[in-house]
């Protein structure tokens, strides 16, 4: 009985750690623009927590609710960084106008382009299987 016990933890690490190498060795999913400075968009995750962004916006539908998610607008159509440059300087409704510089925004804009590049955050082309995991879909 006891070599049995033996056999069945063996064979069970072994699956386990033949599954969990499977799973870092998949490529992740990556649909958006990858041309992002790497360290400018961290720089600009900080301009984003500066001026607290995340209490009016949304990244991956997570954040305040008075402004609009912003996790894919620079690749939207009729949007993209020439919105948010003018949106964040000049302001519209409830936003107010930022005085930010020319490198934050830079910096900024950087980060949103880092953040688009990382996938989609449309929650409907989401849904989940009977493991529990997340997996895209698309709405028909």
Known sequence: MKIKARHTFLFLSILFLAYSI????????NTGNT???KETAAQGRLVWQKYNCQSCH????????LGPDLTN???????GEALVR?????????MPAFT?????MSQLVEFLKSV???????LRKFRKD??????AHENK
């Open 130 to 135: 009977n493991l529990g995991m997340i997996e």
């Open 58 to 65: 949304q990244l991956y539908s997570l954040g305040g609710y």
């Open 100 to 104: 930010i510089s020319e490198m934050e």
């Open 73 to 79: 607008v620079i690749s939207q159509p009729k949007k």
């Open 35 to 37: 041309s992002f400075n």
């Open 22 to 29: 499977s799973i870092y060795m998949q490529p992740l999913s």
């Open 116 to 122: 688009d590049a990382s996938g989609n955050a449309d």
């Open 86 to 94: 003018t949106m964040v300087k000049t302001g519209i409704k409830q």
